[in-house]
């Protein structure tokens, strides 16, 4: 190999670890935040009876070799059938590799694809896209087929078809406009308005979760769980957010009737995990800030 393809070698290897690092990383701020309306945090397993922090820290760190492939094997290449299903193939097995380490709960399967689709997008402009790029790119990708798809009918397509409302497919092959045009304003906003980086980040869960067709939450709470969802984020943003006590108690509110229903916004939570990872690999002028410290095995 010439000393030139060597050094691109290297490169793209470095590039690689770090989208990977990074993403894993999201993945665990995500669910270290606390308190999330019915999701699992620090304080417990929210509306889960087989999910906890310590299952989803493990499932977390179990898709680092995952992201880390699809990073390097994207690296530098076109969005096209055959990048399709190199980057389906690869995220299924980093499903099947997350079933393997949770004893077969489905803790990120939302995460691997809204990450997957957005490292390999990144990975495709050699690492230095900006978001709108890097958006653009995993539209492209989650638009094409992919034939080698089992045909399989999932809760999402469930609740999707039964409520006709789009899903975590839709929401990748329309360029993530939760994460574009309402989580990463409202990150930036919170954070210029003075709010810590946690009540940041949970300010970003809320905005989406005003309008975000959760199919995580259909399938376990019906419309009047969507419902509920959207109204009770509404209320906590209206309140000032959740730096304000008026927002703090509207957050508490919006929790216990979340558990109420049995209703759980994994789908946004993915969203947001996917929020914080173009945050930090396509910084704009508002810098990402740590929320405290995690570790990347
Ligand atoms: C395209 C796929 C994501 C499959 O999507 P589909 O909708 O067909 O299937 P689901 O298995 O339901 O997975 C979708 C998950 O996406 C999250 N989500 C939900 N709504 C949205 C939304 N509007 N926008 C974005 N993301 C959304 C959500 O994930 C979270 O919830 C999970 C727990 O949910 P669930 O399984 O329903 O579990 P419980 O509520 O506990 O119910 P029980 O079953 O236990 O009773 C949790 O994992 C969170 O992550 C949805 O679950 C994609 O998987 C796919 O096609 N993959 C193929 C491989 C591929 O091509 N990969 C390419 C990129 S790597
Ligand atoms: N914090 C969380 N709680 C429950 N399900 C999730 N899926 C992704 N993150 C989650």
């Not at 290297?10 to 990383?25: D, K, P």
């Not at 694809?113 to 989650?142: C, F, H, K, N, Y």
């Not at 019906?222 to 959740?242: K, N, T």
Request: with cysteine; glycine share 10%; aromatic share 2%.
């Amino acid at each position: 190999m010439s000393p030139q393809r060597q050094l691109a070698a290297i490169v793209a290897e470095r590039h690689a670890r770090h989208l990977a690092v990074v993403a894993t990383h999201c993945l665990l701020e995500e669910a270290n935040l606390t308190p999330k309306p019915g999701l699992v945090d620090r304080r417990g397993s929210g509306a889960h009876k087989d999910l906890t922090l310590d299952l989803l820290e493990r499932s977390a760190h179990s898709l680092t070799p995952t992201f880390y492939a699809l990073a390097l094997q994207c690296w530098q290449r076109p969005a096209d059938v055959a990048l399709r299903q190199l980057v389906g193939r690869l995220g299924r097995e980093g499903e099947a590799q997350m079933m393997q380490t949770t004893a077969g709960v489905n803790t990120h399967r939302g995460a691997i694809w809204a990450l997957g689709l957005l490292i390999a997008a990144s990975a495709m402009r050699g690492g230095e896209g900006s978001v709108q790029q890097v958006v653009d790119g995993a539209a492209a990708l989650a638009m094409l087929p992919d034939d080698a798809a089992p045909k399989l009918f999932s809760n999402g397509q469930r609740a999707s078809s039964r409520y006709r409302l789009p899903g975590a497919r839709e929401e990748a092959q329309q360029g993530f406009p939760h994460v574009v045009n309402l989580a990463l304003p409202q990150l930036h906003l919170s954070r210029r308005q003075g709010a810590s980086e946690s009540e940041a980040r949970l300010d970003t869960l809320m905005i989406m979760m005003t309008s975000l067709s959760d199919t995580c939450v259909l399938s376990r709470a019906g419309m009047d769980g969507l419902e509920a969802m959207q109204q009770g984020a509404r209320a906590v943003l209206a309140a000032g957010g959740v730096s304000q006590p008026a927002g703090q108690r509207a957050l508490a509110r919006l929790d216990a009737h979340m558990l109420a229903l049995n209703a759980s916004p994994g789908g946004a939570a993915d969203l947001l995990s996917a929020t914080l990872f173009l945050d930090r690999i396509c910084p704009g002028p508002d810098a990402p800030r740590d929320a405290g410290p995690l570790s990347v095995r």
